[in-house]
């Protein structure tokens, strides 16, 4: 199978639609992610390139390195998110019959479930990453496209929610309490973070007749 982000859109989606279970959710939520931090780039560009912005780009242009390690690392995640589900599966259709097999197969289903735990958290970190930008970039940036840094915002919170939903299904399966505490914790302190962002994002659209 090809990697999933040379995949055309209509491929991606008819994947995602499949009745296989990967791609799923993490790796949408990580193209989501990707294509936020992508229209945000965008507004930047369109506002960076106007001389009657020129007072904002000082403010603005730091963001673009962040964006752009986002939306990189973003669409990274979309083929790891899938990477992470084959792995976990081709660990427990591992031998069994004997007890070192059985062992081996513990073992190899233990670490599969930790790096299917880490890819959708780095998902969710990346993404809160470039929404922590949206507020900003929607509040200066280009005022005919804010729009799109309001559907920027959208899409990041939901690819951090989606992303931090995957996490948590897994963390049961991490054996090791500290690890799993730790997981748990890190999704409690981005879901506020995004929860508060996206609420700032929401009220700058609304002074901006975005939303009623």
Known sequence: MPELVNLSV?????????QEPAPGGGSASAAAGACGAALL?????????????AAVW???????????ESRSRLLELVD?????????????????ATPEEKEA???AIDGATVV??????????????ALAAAPAILE????????????AGLLLSAAVEGALANVRINVPGIKDPDLARG??????????????????????????????
Not at 10 to 18: E, G, I, P, R, T
């Open 58 to 68: 000082p403010e603005l242009e730091p963001f673009r390195p962040r964006l752009e």
């Open 10 to 18: 209509k491929d991606f989606s008819a994947s995602l639609a499949s």
């Open 140 to 151: 200066k940036g280009n005022p005919n496209t804010a729009s799109d840094a309001f559907v």
């Open 105 to 107: 197969r513990q073992k």
């Open 183 to 212: 997981f748990r914790e890190d999704a409690s302190d981005l879901q506020k973070k995004t929860t508060a962002l996206l609420e700032t994002v929401r009220e700058l659209a609304r002074k901006k007749e975005l939303l009623t």
């Open 116 to 129: 299917a735990t880490s890819v959708p958290m780095q998902t969710a970190f990346f993404a809160h990453q």
């Open 41 to 53: 780039e965008m507004v930047l560009r369109l506002t960076e390139g106007k001389e009657k912005y």
């Open 80 to 96: 790891e998110d899938t990477r992470a589900y084959d792995a976990i599966v081709a660990a427990r259709k591992l031998p069994k």
